[in-house]
């Protein structure tokens, strides 16, 4: 591929603009960027391998990764100024939940390889959950292109497009919950006495801890949770707690949920 052309510059787009630049053998022949606030892409053109475009019509239309960084309700107005104009020697990257493949590709009246990709905001910290699908007619390279993209702001993962709803649900929305999550520990150390600050950093840290231990050790998180749980301790009084007022059924509730909108969205 030539070049990389990302459109829409919200807090996914710029941050996997910032990923791409650090990693030069992506976009050695060129980065271009566009979104419909002209100021954002200035803001944003701070290198000399980034070139900002001042209308849709300046997508380069041959040999192109353009990723697809809007919301899903923006699709059609893009599609008004790309339907039917990306040659199928490009390669296009959406984003948009609950859009499958085949749907973006219609919109878009493109007949080239298409990957849909899900990933979470942590991309602006470079360490977002992405899982990706590609169409039929994507190359192993193509999609090796679409995985180093990704693994620039975080981790990137294969699946198959009947998941992707789920994954919206999951990790896509999961950061939001799992920060309820961290303000809920906190709120308890305030309701018992500890300075707000302090709760919030060992309620924060203990997260990420614990996410960490999960990573590194690869059991399973009920091992885990057995290991710190002792006969008449205080875990395993605050776990029946937790039981108790439906704590796991909540989870699986909201990922239900999530799941289910983005399932609208697509047909919308």
Known sequence: MEKITIIGLGNMGSALLRGLLKSPGLTSKGLAIYDVDS?????????????????LADVQRENNVVILCIKPQDLHGVAESLQGKLEASCL??????????????AELDFK????????????VIA??????????VCTPEQKEIAEHIFKGVGEAFWTKESLMDTVTGLSGSGP??????????????????MPRELALK???????GAAAMVKETGLHPAVLKDQVTTPAGTTISALHELEERGLRSMFV?????ATNRSIELGKA
């Not at 296009?92 to 590709?105: D, R």
């Open 202 to 208: 060992l309620a924060t840290q203990t997260v990420l």
């Open 253 to 257: 509730s909201a990922v239900e949920k």
């Open 127 to 136: 360490q977002a959950a992405t899982a990706m699908v590609a169409n039929s």
């Open 92 to 105: 296009l990257i959406s984003i948009l939940a609950g859009k499958k493949t085949e749907s973006v590709a």
């Open 112 to 123: 080239g390889p298409v990957i849909r990709a899900m990933p979470n905001i942590a991309a």
């Open 39 to 55: 100021a954002r892409v200035k803001s944003l053109v701070s290198s000399s391998r980034v070139i900002g475009l001042n209308s």
């Open 176 to 193: 939001a919950y799992i920060y309820m999550v961290i303000e809920a520990l906190a709120d308890g150390g305030l309701k018992m006495g």
